[in-house]
């Protein structure tokens, strides 16, 4: 199964509001990422947080990470229309190869 | 410094037909990374690779797909005889050679496959 598993699948909310997405993962990582996807297009990096980081901020967003409950979420404050997408967790697994495991993403629409 | 450039950004092949899918890691990155994304699901990984060597290939079907990233030029993905079941958006992503905690990946734009 996959390593990532986003929570919820699909998010509706008002602008304005605040949006928080949830990831879980099985095995043990060097590092989470977050990503997000517009319709059809191409990844945008949005945040690294290492394994030793609990927290970490970037503009409006705020990823945490529990490495004891292996999970991780993203909180979007004051979301916008623009932040309409899909958004991926992607983990670094200590496995001795170095490669990302996706989820299956949240899909997350803003009403203006 | 050009990001990752992945072309074309857009194929269409028929059934039997091969497609080969380029990707030009950014300046100064060694490893790169494919990955397979269906339509409404997550990205897969599909394979590895460093200059001139397969590092994992774990996800790559068995059959008519294969992967290079030759000393010189873009990593290629290779899928031979395609089927319908092929289309998709193929993505590549690379990052930087040193390790120490974890670097992002950079993604290219995607090449969206599709066998008619």
């Known amino acids: 199964s996959q390593q990532g598993e986003e929570d919820p699948q699909a998010l509706s909310i008002q602008e304005g509001e605040n949006a928080t997405m949830n990831c879980s993962y099985k095995?043990?990582?060097?590092?989470l990422q977050w990503y997000r996807q517009n319709s059809g297009r191409g990844l945008v990096h949005l945040i690294l947080i290492r394994s030793n980081e609990r927290e970490k901020h970037s503009g409006r967003l705020r990823v945490t990470l529990d490495t004891s409950k292996k999970s991780s979420s993203l909180l979007i404050t004051a979301s916008r229309a623009a932040d309409t997408a899909s958004y991926f967790c992607?983990?670094?697994?200590?496995?001795?190869?170095?490669?990302?495991?996706f989820g299956t993403g949240t899909r997350l629409k803003v009403l203006a | 410094n050009a990001g990752v450039m992945q072309n074309p950004r857009h194929l269409v092949r028929r059934r039997g037909q091969e497609a080969r899918l380029r990707c030009s890691p950014m300046?100064?990155?060694?490893?790169v990374y494919w990955y397979r994304q269906l339509p409404e699901e997550g990205l897969k990984f599909m394979v590895y690779l460093q200059k001139e060597n397969i590092i994992d290939e774990s996800g790559m079907p068995k059959e008519r797909f294969s992967a290079e990233f030759p000393k010189e030029g873009p990593s290629i993905l290779r899928i031979q005889q395609v089927v319908r079941g092929d289309s998709a958006a193929y993505f590549c992503?690379?990052?930087?050679?040193?390790?120490?905690?974890?670097?992002?990946?950079?993604f290219g734009q995607g090449t969206r496959l599709t066998v008619v």
């Open positions: 300046k100064g990155h060694s490893h």
């Open positions: 992607a983990t670094d697994p200590l496995t001795g190869t170095y490669k990302y495991i």
């Open positions: 992503a690379s990052s930087p050679p040193t390790r120490g905690g974890g670097t992002e990946a950079f």
């Open positions: 095995t043990s990582i060097n590092n």
